[in-house]
């Protein structure tokens, strides 16, 4: 998608996984989880939203209405923040605007639009839209959809029917008051990126036994001053000569060519307390002629508070190799392609979850709707991947119980059938599951591996059949596995297929384990035959690190899904 990252992690050797002694170990993994320890978030486009309405009322007596379009986002809490508006259009029932309204389209997140639309009063034409007062025109009415609504159909363009609000909230089927069209494009400065082979000489060496493990950080400066990193290399082990592999740069996330950056080096520590080696700041431009010069640039040392406030130049140097401008398929053309994410849920029946029937279980069913945990991560991961599946229709397991007169399962349909695994939409998921605790008998242990290999099998046919489909398995349980090795089999395997995997822990578990199965916490996974895994498809996230928060239980999971579903189509060389 957007931002440089989208690369970095996204499908190049040079970044996150990829081939050779040099990203095979995990290192780059853990540098990820690096970067976000510094602020790097999830990926982001631009998108450029136009609007177009017809049939609409009009309220003028001498004339046809004077509309203008107002565009906002609706929070999770159901409160209005206006985005943008549009200019307004003279005399006209059917107008086409030509101002576009901005939005950043944010993957993990339900981002809810509420278009809104006035007839503007004469005498306020000459006034600058952004500062007319909405109480002071006529109300039209309005429309309201997820920006994933649109940005997922292959036009990017859907069709709303405007209401108006005091008619929804009195009527399930108030009139309309016109037709309300919305088209998606996604900016190019999402698709535009730099790429740049980066070398250093002479780095210092860091580490006692052995030659440093270095690795870059670029990260933009922000107008407060503060860095936010943006693209990162691979490390490469014992080497203070390094070239690392090519790394993408968004012009969208630099913001120009003048802009400054910062380029760091550092050594790779296994412990996540990276050596700091040396640094240079420089604009893309400043870069373009360091390529051109074919000199090098040589790093420096901040000075400490309190000494001599001058930077201490280094020996050690930075070379740009190479240096050209591309355009890149983005997570959204891919979408825009018909490709499709298709979500799957496997539930945890073990009987450490304590008996349903009593409030103090985990999957307790309150009288009173207020959704458990489980309820909860189903509806908020399902909420947002639900809009890029067109049949709605999700497998669903349990795994860890006993059906009726019959051995523990640890993949059984949560339906019920013995034939077929999907139900419909997430309200199927969620009474599949409800029905499911009353004829199932819950035991253990916590077994990952058949579940697992399930959900690869299905991902693997979608593949032999030329099939564009992404699969996201949810898994979510309450105590750590005890098939450890064999669920690290089954993921390493997974690696090679069109599949991410995202465990949530619910209850007081100690999740320790847990982590290992993530590769932002420690080394890439390995099988018991010594295979290691082609990428990080494992993102694990404890539930009561997030209840509550202000970022959602979704937002942590599915922030690094369009990072892996590019590293996935682009080392696969598959287009959109």
Sequence with gaps: MGNCCSDVAGGRAA???????????????????????????????????????????????????????????????????????????????????????????????????????????????????????????????????????????????????????????????????????????????????????????????????SKSDPFIVISRITESGISVPICKTEVIKDDLNPTWEPVYLNTQQVGSKDSPLTIECFNFNSNGKHDFIGKTVKSLADLEKIHSSRRGENLFLPPHTGHDAHNKVLKSQLFVDTYSECVQHTFLDYLAGGCELNFMVAIDFTASNGNPRLPDSLHYIDPSGRPNAYQKAIMEVGGVLQFYDSDKHFPAWGFGARPIDGPVSHCFNLNGSTNYCEVEGIQGIMTAYTSALFNVSLAGPTLFGQVISTAANIAGQALAHGQQKYFVLLIITDGVITDLQETKDAIVKASDLPLSILIVGVGGADFKEMEFLDADKGERLESTTGRVASRDIVQFVPFRDVHGGEISIAQTLLAELPTQFLTYMRTRGIQP
């Design 15 to 209: 970044v996150g996984g990829g081939n050779g002694n040099k990203t095979s170990d995990g290192r780059n993994d853990a540098v990820d989880h690096f970067l976000k320890s510094r602020g790097f978030h999830g990926l982001y486009s631009q998108i450029e939203l136009s609007l177009a309405a017809s049939s609409l009322r009009d309220r003028d007596v001498l004339s046809k209405s004077d509309p203008m379009a107002v565009l906002y986002m609706k929070g999770r809490d159901g409160k209005l923040e206006e985005l943008g508006r549009t200019e307004v259009v003279l005399n006209s029932l059917n107008p086409t605007w030509i101002n576009k309204i901005t939005v950043t389209y944010h993957f993990e997140i339900l981002q809810n639009l509420v278009f809104r639309v006035y007839d503007v009063d004469t005498q306020f034409h000459g006034v600058d839209v952004k500062m007319l007062k909405l109480d002071e025109q006529q109300y039209l009415g309005e429309a309201e959809c997820g920006l994933s609504e649109v940005v997922t159909k292959s036009n990017r363009l859907v069709t709303l029917d405007l209401v108006q609000h005091d008619e929804v909230m009195r009527t399930p089927h108030p009139r309309s008051c016109g037709k309300l069209t919305v088209h998606a494009e996604e900016s190019m400065n999402s698709k535009t990126a730099i790429k740049m082979k980066l070398r250093c000489s002479e780095l210092e060496n860091k580490d006692l036994f």
